[in-house]
């Protein structure tokens, strides 16, 4: 694919001039123009520089979503650093061990994460903290955003190419110790240009920002898409309270809505006023980082018929994005097809090609594929074989080339030589009465290998579980070999910051019972 900038940084400093007073950013009452962005940028940049960070070092992100974020990101892209975004829901370990595994030689951090970022082992990382808002207490080499501001400061830009890398993030660390995958300039445009092209954003759209910056769908697709086009960003620093979302959605009139299941699922349960339902101009709501539910997606279509729910899907590892439902056609159950300039394949463990219809390996080739994990050349070899990234998802590709996300493989339950996809069960378990959320994993069993167990979460004034009806429900719709043998009602399953369960939690908590 062509790109029209090679670097983020050439993305701000383009608009910055050529859309100098078109408003970018939208905070609360406030409004950030291009050009105000452009000057932010040039200034901690400049800053950066003095301060002596060079081409390569990496750069932690430690912040709530804000315009310093924004700001950060195109300036450690034009000093030719590497942006770290961290997790503010990580605890002062996690936190650590992310800066030291990076390397990371600088941080930049809220006012509201500055208990975990003193306990953390920063001091011996990071040669300087730089901080968004007045923390009570800094240390003497640290400093604040606003101080940056005031100081005239201009450095040149460093060059840097498409396939330097422009950032590194953090896998959820769902199975183990998170990895670094390392992304490069042309990895994230990329995403951004496949983007553009299927959701077709323009210059006059307004996407609403409330997910994490720091987790790679909402930098790529709800900030870097935005960005690479010219469009506007409504950013909402706290989810809660959540009215404040519908309230921006109306009055800075959003037409791109990011979001993950567990949003959609209250949206649509959610009673919202008439007057919302008459004058909101969402055109597109978008949904990553897990898979929705089948009642969300025929809930969804019936509630906001002017507006078109597309469901995609990807990793970290391929900046993330990999294919999407279109608005031309979606099906149900399927995360649609391969974006713009990507290959996607369902092949068997000798990574040979299967028919349409037949279950396997998904693996991704295209501009979106990662360089791989930070200091891990062995993982990295397991993981991209020939060009091709090896997903670690299972899943089938109809005649039509959509994909049907079947399960995880390392989720996959073996009993006596048969296999039993968890996803299936839980879909199933999923559209009882009662069910708010489940998760199904398995576990050890000296007679059959692995059995299927089922974590429950009931729906807010539901009391106990119906067990009796829920087993009837389930031997109507699935073989006796996929009944789950244990059934276990839990408060709130175990999710990371986009709401993805943690199965190994589940797990390990089974293995202590």
């Known amino acids: 694919m062509d790109y029209p900038f090679a670097t983020f940084y050439d993305i701000i400093a383009s608009h910055g001039r050529k859309r100098a007073r078109k408003t970018a950013l939208f905070v609360d009452d406030q409004k950030i123009r291009y050009r105000e962005i452009l000057e932010k940028a040039d200034k901690l940049a400049a800053f950066l520089t003095e301060k002596g960070i060079r081409e390569g070092e990496k750069v932690a992100i430690f912040m709530r979503n804000s315009p310093e974020f924004i700001y950060s990101i195109f300036a450690i892209s034009k000093v030719g650093a590497v942006i770290v975004p961290v997790n503010t829901f990580l605890k002062e370990e996690e936190v ?115 997910l994490p910056m720091f987790h790679s769908f909402t930098f790529s697709i709800g900030v870097m898409l935005p960005m690479y086009v010219g469009a506007s960003i409504v950013i909402i620093k706290s989810i809660q309270p959540f009215s404040n979302i519908f309230k921006q959605v109306l009055t800075k009139r959003v037409t791109i809505f990011f979001g993950i299941p567990d949003v959609y699922n209250a949206l649509a349960k959610a009673k919202l006023p008439w007057y919302f339902m008459w004058f909101n101009r969402i055109r597109a709501f978008i949904s990553g980082a897990a898979a929705l539910q089948p009642k969300t997606l025929d809930a969804m279509a019936k509630k906001f018929k002017r507006a078109t729910l597309l469901e995609g899907y990807g990793l970290s590892e391929t900046s993330p994005a990999v294919c999407m439902n279109t608005f031309e ?90 296999n039993i996809y968890p996803r299936e069960i839980e879909e199933v378990i999923d559209a009882f009465p009662g ?75 089974l293995r202590k019972s």
């Open 96 to 210: 650590s061990y992310i800066l030291e595994d990076s390397g990371a030689v600088v941080l930049l951090a809220s006012q509201i994460h500055e208990k975990v970022v003193k306990a953390s082992r920063v001091r011996k990382q990071c040669r300087f903290v730089i901080w968004e808002g007045s923390p009570d207490t800094i240390e003497a080499d640290d400093a604040f955003f606003a101080e940056i501001w005031m100081q005239e400061r201009m450095t040149p830009q460093v060059p840097r190419a498409l396939d330097d890398t422009a950032v590194i993030f953090y896998t959820s660390g769902t199975t183990g110790k998170p990895k670094g995958a390392m992304l490069s300039n042309r990895n994230i445009l990329s995403n951004a240009e496949s983007g553009r092209r299927t959701i077709n954003v323009k210059p006059r759209d307004r996407a609403i920002v409330f």
């Open 329 to 418: 056609k979606q099906k149900a159950g399927s995360v649609g097809t391969a974006l713009y300039g990507y290959e996607m394949k369902i092949v068997n463990e000798n990574m040979e090609e299967l028919p349409r219809g037949e279950i396997g390996d998904i693996i991704v080739r295209g501009d979106n594929v990662m360089q791989g994990y930070l200091n891990r050349p062995e993982a990295t070899a397991e993981t991209i074989v020939n060009g091709w990234l090896l997903t670690g998802d299972m899943g089938y590709m109809d005649e039509e080339g959509f994909l049907f996300i079947v399960d995880r493989k390392k989720d996959l339950i073996i009993s006596k030589g048969i």
């Open 435 to 509: 069910v708010k959320a489940v998760a199904v994993v398995g576990v050890l069993d000296e007679k059959n290998g692995e059995v299927p167990v089922a974590y429950i979460e009931l729906e807010e004034g539901v009391e106990a579980l119906d067990e009796v009806g829920l087993k009837k429900h389930l031997r109507e719709q699935l073989a006796n070999y996929k009944m789950p043998r244990q059934f276990h009602t839990i408060e709130e399953l175990p999710k990371n910051a986009t709401g993805k369960v943690l199965k190994r939690v589940l797990k390990e908590q």
